[in-house]
């Protein structure tokens, strides 16, 4: 140690214990920027995560202003809670594919002044912004309309009008067209039988030219899956119409009532080619509540009537189900050549050869009429 080290100031430190506080001090400066500089990384590395996550989600609702066109396709129903903002919905509608990005539908939202009430909301998968808050706005907007297996073209029509569609509208589309109107190459008089029965969605401006289109093309795919000629397509869709209206329900009894259709076609010796089908007498003056027919009604001159005019009638009576059409390709083995529903309210029914085996099914039937009359 040196003579000016042992030198004291006047904080009592000499200059040696000076100098070793002040490199204690940097010391601890140091070590404060480290930490400092490790937090501000930890924290930035931390943060760049959540921005990104975050980051995402705001992509997701707002980063995309793409759009769908039109009223969309397959009916969705999407439930929002209560106490959810604009943004929220928005989102939900994105992730169920109701809509491709939220800032047209927010945009829409705001322009139109709308408040999302809770509750479920019917929509429609890929609908532009528009379309979307319009069915919320207008929930009646998206209504459907049920054509039922077996319904004829006249219920059709009046389902079509009650919707709210244009009487005058409708009637066009549908009165004197024929399948070849709207794209289905096949030989028969009218539409009868060939506006597929389904429910189908009625989509804000839709025309009823649009629905029809929309029907026979639902039968056009059925025709193309069940691989059936074009030139047999009447036929078989005729045939299955008989069997839908005389033969509801069971598979089996619908196979062979159209075995007994075909053998009267096929084998005239007992029935002259005659189907006898009440149904088709149904089809000309409407069904009676007793399913039966008067001897006045049977003679009428109408090309529908089977009991008049051998084979088939002209075109299909109704809307026939894929069931049915099924029973038409692919009838049943059998020789029989009569049939009745001895049950109407059952389906039970008996099946016969001869007229004589027949009668006593018939008598069945009418004993059926009397207990229901008793009762």
Do not use: C
Not at 291 to 305: G, H, I, K, L
Not at 320 to 331: F, I, K, L
């Amino acid at each position: 140690m040196t003579e000016m080290d042992e030198i004291t100031s006047d904080d009592g430190l000499s200059r040696a214990e000076r100098r070793e506080k002040a490199r204690r001090r940097m010391l601890r400066r140091r070590r404060t920027t480290i930490f400092a500089l490790v937090a501000v990384l930890v924290i930035g590395i931390g943060g760049f995560a959540a921005f990104t996550t975050a980051g995402s989600v705001v992509s997701e609702i707002f980063g995309d202003s793409g759009d769908y066109e039109g009223e969309g396709g397959e009916a969705v129903v999407v439930t929002v809670l209560p106490g959810s903002s604009a943004t929220q919905v928005a989102n939900q509608l994105v992730q169920e594919d109701v809509i491709k990005s939220a800032r047209p539908f927010l945009d829409e939202i705001e322009r139109r002044e709308v408040t999302i009430q809770a509750g479920d909301l019917s929509l429609r998968k890929q609908m532009s912004a528009a379309a979307a808050v319009e069915a919320i706005v207008n929930p009646d907007a998206l209504q459907t309309i049920a054509v039922p297996e077996g319904f004829r073209l006249s219920q059709i029509e009046a389902r079509m009008i009650e919707s709210g569609m244009s009487e005058d509208e409708v009637v066009k589309a549908l009165k004197d067209k024929t399948p070849g109107d709207y794209g289905l190459d096949v030989d028969t008089p009218s539409l009868e039988g060939y506006l597929y029965p389904a429910t189908y969605d009625i989509r804000p401006g839709m025309t009823p030219e649009e629905m029809v289109q929309e029907m026979v093309d639902r039968t056009k795919t059925e025709i193309e899956e069940l691989d059936i000629p074009l030139e047999d397509v009447n036929e078989v869709f005729t045939l299955a119409s008989l069997v839908e209206i005389e033969a509801p329900g069971d598979e089996e009894v619908r196979r062979q009532v159209a075995r007994v259709f075909l053998n009267r076609i096929s084998d005239t010796s007992q029935t002259n080619g005659l189907l006898q089908s009440d149904a088709t007498v149904h089809y000309i003056f409407g069904t009676r509540n007793d399913a039966s027919t008067t001897a006045e009604e049977r003679e009428s001159d109408d090309p529908y009537n089977t009991y008049k005019h051998p084979g088939l009638p002209p075109g299909p009576i109704n809307s026939p189900s894929r069931s049915a059409v099924d029973a038409a390709q692919n009838p049943a083995d059998g020789d029989w050549q009569y049939f009745v529903a001895t049950n109407p309210d059952t389906g039970e029914t008996e099946f016969a050869e001869t007229y004589s085996e027949h009668q006593r099914n018939v008598e069945k039937y009418r004993e059926w009429l009397r207990n229901r009359d008793d009762g």
